[in-house]
């Protein structure tokens, strides 16, 4: 296991493209762009800067870490291919990590993440001491487990009364990659908790004949 290791990590499952660059301990560089849409396009010349920035090249990279979702279903294809084809190109692991476990990381005690997955709906799971301890769910805000005092939120915006939301989710697939990418060989893979949006055609399929 590498002692310092250096670990890029990125998150394009929402309405932004985030990186941050994990040295040991220390970040060296880290960015948010909001945009509804061009990730594809942003994303690599977002992270040749951070790397600039932080003086360090691709070759000098561990472990790629990634957030797999649950999210746009694009955003998260975008993130999840481009980190196996750095990984694959880098000779190095790449990491997933669900962005319901980065806002549970570093939390004491029971807890459960919560994102907004819009139609009125939350994506949730449970974790304790910052480990899961459920499967990932879609519900109802009315089926939200929080009637338990004992349980603690743990939520994205606009959440904004949460006791625990981390600065930057980023960070902490960063920091869940670096204890992870020497043991794990699981390739990432997105994390989809609702259907596809798109409409099955109505018109009756042309015939085939023989």
Known sequence: MVSDPLI???DTSAAHCAALLLGGDTV???RHENMAKGQVERLFPLLEELLAEAG???PDLNAIGVCTGPGNFTGVRIGVASARGLALSLNIPAVG????EALAFGTRGPSLSILDARRERFFVQGFVDGTASGAPDICAPDALPLRDRQINAVAALPFADSPHIPPRPV???AR???TRFGTTTDRPAPLYLRAPNAALPTEQPPTILP
Do not use: T, Y
Request: negative net charge; proline residues 0%; hydrophobic residues 75%.
């Open 8 to 10: 890029l990590a990125f």
């Open 28 to 30: 060296l560089a880290a």
């Open 56 to 58: 360090k090249d691709w």
């Open 97 to 100: 990590v669900s962005m319901l």
């Open 171 to 173: 960070e902490s697939i």
């Open 176 to 178: 869940i990659a670096a």
